[in-house]
Nanobody
Framework: QVQLAESGGGSVQAGGSLNLSCVES?????MGWFRQAPGKEREGVAV???????SIAPLLLDRFTISRDKSKGKVDLQMNSLKPEDTAMYYC???????????????????WGQGTQVTVSA
């Protein structure tokens, strides 16, 4: 059974930074992050393929980066200059193939972590 273990969420003030980590229990082709704010649909934040090619939501490109260490089975999401609208539950996701793209539908990622809360105060 695939397990995605997330860590790194928390509460910060606007302008602060957080790093989210996700460790996979088995190799997955595509890994990344989605988020869901209260009352809103899930949206892709960033995903990364086995070659380290990132796909980041266009509106987040200037603040978020994603990286992957396949030797450790780990994916990191570095979030800078956080805004209150970034407040959401962040979920690590994984899939075994294409599309490995942030704009792919959530259904394309069969495996989800339990989520880690990020709260940004003004």
């Amino acid at each position: 059974q695939v397990q995605l273990a997330e860590s790194g969420g928390g509460s910060v003030q606007a302008g602060g930074s957080l790093n989210l980590s996700c460790v996979e229990s088995t190799y997955r082709y595509c890994m990344g992050w989605f988020r869901q704010a209260p009352g809103k649909e899930r949206e892709g934040v960033a995903v990364i393929d086995p070659w380290g090619n990132p796909s980041i939501a266009p509106l987040l490109l200037d603040r978020f980066t994603i990286s992957r260490d396949k030797s450790k089975g780990k994916v990191d999401l570095q979030m800078n200059s956080l805004k209150p609208e970034d407040t959401a539950m962040y979920y690590c996701v994984a899939s075994d193939g294409e599309p490995c793209a942030v704009l792919a539908q959530p259904a394309n990622f069969p495996d989800w972590g339990q989520g880690t809360q990020v709260t940004v105060s003004a």
